[in-house]
């Protein structure tokens, strides 16, 4: 069976088990150690996941190592921030459940 992945997703994704990405990601939560969107509805959740904010890197090399970086638990990461970074609108709600944004 045949990996449809293209090369280039391939290639980036190898990036992140580089030991570079991985200090950048520590830093990043040891910076930020709670979810980002769970602070804006006054939620404290430890942040596990470090996404490259502001749209993503589209596959921009700079970007991908300079950031802007956002520390989300997985839940966010694999909810709001992929479908904010293929351009989908999500909409938050803080502590007293009116929309953020």
Known sequence: MTDPRSVEAKKYRARYKSAKWRRIREAQLRMQPLCEYCLQSEIVEPATVVHHGDGGHKGNELKFWTGPFVSLCKEHHDRDAQREDLGQTV?????????IG
Do not use: K, L, S, T
């Not at 909409?91 to 929309?99: L, V």
């Open 91 to 99: 909409i938050r709600f803080d502590a007293e459940g009116w929309p």
